[in-house]
């Protein structure tokens, strides 16, 4: 039991712990990329702080056992769909049969990835020196709003492109005439309030768009003020996880930002959701 090798392998066997540990237990709060490299890099500075400390290896094989699944973790992050984590709902839309649910599911998994690759990519407001010529993309591009006579978007407030970045997230599987009804919240609401897409209990799956007031005192617009596009259903208190266009939230780099984010908010401040209907799409089976 003395053997420095057994030390070792007992002190790279509680980094990996701890790193697990930890991560399992803020999963659900903090469910992001951010959280995994805070606590990897927290195991592994108090593993390099012993060894400086002790004079030893152990410490420097605890900062190894704990970094190992943040690196890995990392490397294969990407939110996923999950139907485990799906409520069954009576306002669940029906289909005919499973061939239709998978297909929409596939559907729903496309968007998730195009959010989750446009929010990689660090797009904030000019002001902030990420990416923001992108937002372009969204409001004029094909595969966005396709506002091509729009003016450039170049400073904060030129544009009001949360629906855009949810329109472009979905892309070209989705008609052009439906990703337009994104642009806003009204938009919606008036088109798809008195129609299957319409979630009468509020509850998000993934995929869904989802509206929100703008606190928990101010719900006098009814079609809410933001929009997003769900990336989880809420967990057992009622959080919701979501990409986000022109909003503040959690960005790639782990800090908090203003442009595309990763956004964690409670069922409460939801004014409406919508989920689209396979008539949507341009080629529904066809992904």
């Known amino acids: 039991m003395d053997s420095p090798y057994t030390l070792y392998g007992i002190s790279a066997t509680l980094g990996l712990c701890s790193n697990l540990v930890l991560d399992k237990l803020l999963e659900k709060k903090f469910p992001s990329k951010a959280r995994i490299l805070t606590i990897g890099f927290a195991n592994a500075s108090l593993g390099v702080g012993s060894t400086l400390y002790l004079k030893n290896y152990n410490g420097f094989a605890y900062a190894l056992g704990a970094s190992i699944p943040t690196i890995l973790r990392t490397l294969t992050y990407s939110p996923s769909l999950s139907r485990s984590t799906r409520p069954s709902s ?102 798809w309030r008195n129609t299957p897409r319409y979630i009468e209990n509020k509850i998000p799956q993934p995929g869904d768009i989802v509206t929100v007031f703008p606190n928990d005192h101010d719900r006098s617009h009814a079609p809410g003020t933001h929009l997003m596009l769900a990336a989880s259903a809420p967990d057992e208190n009622g959080f919701f996880e979501s990409y986000d266009g022109n909003s503040k939230g959690l960005g790639p780099n782990g800090h908090n930002i203003e442009g595309v984010v990763y956004r964690n908010r409670h069922i409460s401040r939801i004014a409406n959701v919508y989920r689209l209907l396979p008539e949507d799409f341009e080629d529904f089976y066809l992904v």
């Open 90 to 191: 009576p306002s669940r839309i029906r289909f005919e049969d499973d061939q239709t649910l998978q297909a929409y599911d596939a559907h729903v998994q496309l968007a998730l990835d195009r959010a989750h690759q446009e929010w990689e990519r660090n797009v904030t407001e000019r002001s902030q020196g990420g990416d923001w010529q992108r937002i372009n993309e969204y409001i004029k591009g094909l595969d966005g709003l396709s506002r091509t006579s729009a003016n450039d978007y170049v400073n904060d407030g030129d544009f009001a492109w949360c629906g855009a970045f949810v329109a472009f997230a979905w892309g070209p599987q989705v008609k052009l005439d439906i990703r337009k009804k994104m642009s806003a919240c009204s938009n919606m609401y008036n088109a």
